[in-house]
T-cell receptor, first 112, second 114 residues
Framework: DQQVKQNSPSLSVQEGRISILNCDYT??????FLWYKKYPAEGPTFLIS?????DKNEDGRFTVFLNKSAKHLSLHIVPSQPGDSAVYFC???????????FGTGTRLKVLA | DSGVTQTPKHLITATGQRVTLRCSPR?????VYWYQQSLDQGLQFLIQ???????AKGNILERFSAQQFPDLHSELNLSSLELGDSALYFC?????????????FGEGSWLTVV
């Protein structure tokens, strides 16, 4: 049972345009969400997070939106840069469970 | 550099064998997580430790075991290895293991079972 789903395995975007990566979850108890970026041969690195008490969090070019009623979150990257090309994972957790459940990832390719 | 150190980086072993993967968390972090990433799969949560005690368990096989030592480093032991155990194993650490704290990943240990 995949509780966190990233239904798009890959995405290609032109440099300078917006990249939108999507993530859906099934467990309504999830109340903390994170996005990680992973380059080949490296471990995932933390990008941005959001708590369920918010519906938006921004950090520079990265914005995460949370729609609790739809059990959906998205990561917006504006403007996209070639260095953003990586695999992006969303993760979710519920307070008290001590574990993060990850999606299967979306491979983003930003074309110069 | 996340500050999480994993050894070995690469390991090739035969079916039926046993291996140990080692992880040193970031300085000051008390909690360690282990994740498995198989080909085209997401990061599967295996187990979490906090200050030497097991705190959460995921889809960890009975052939696998882990522990966290008093110096806070952790080891993941994989035994009776099968071809399907070939994967990238990540260790991660956080300050106290509570949700709301960022977890930092090591570079992973590539295990190939032949």
């Amino acid at each position: 049972d995949q509780q966190v789903k990233q239904n798009s395995p890959s995405l290609s975007v032109q440099e300078g345009r917006i990249s939108i990566l999507n993530c859906d979850y099934t467990n309504s108890m999830f109340d903390y969400f994170l996005w990680y970026k992973k380059y080949p041969a490296e471990g995932p690195t933390f990008l941005i997070s959001i708590s369920s008490i918010k519906d938006k969090n921004e950090d520079g070019r990265f914005t995460v939106f949370l729609n609790k009623s739809a059990k959906h979150l998205s990561l917006h990257i504006v403007p996209s840069q070639p260095g953003d090309s990586a695999v992006y994972f969303c993760a979710a957790s519920a307070f008290g469970t001590y574990k993060y459940i990850f999606g299967t990832g979306t491979r983003l390719k930003v074309l110069a | 550099d996340s500050g999480v150190t994993q050894t070995p980086k690469h390991l090739i072993t035969a079916t039926g064998q046993r291996v140990t993967l080692r992880c040193s968390p970031r300085s000051g972090d008390l909690s360690v997580y282990w994740y498995q990433q198989s080909l085209d799969q997401g990061l599967q949560f295996l187990i979490q430790y906090y200050n030497g005690e097991e705190r959460a368990k995921g889809n960890i096989l009975e052939r696998f075991s882990a522990q966290q030592f008093p110096d806070l480093h952790s080891e993941l032991n994989l035994s009776s290895l099968e071809l399907g155990d070939s994967a990238l194993y990540f260790c991660a650490s956080s300050v106290d293991g509570n949700v709301g704290n960022t977890i930092y990943f090591g570079e992973g240990s590539w295990l190939t079972v032949v």
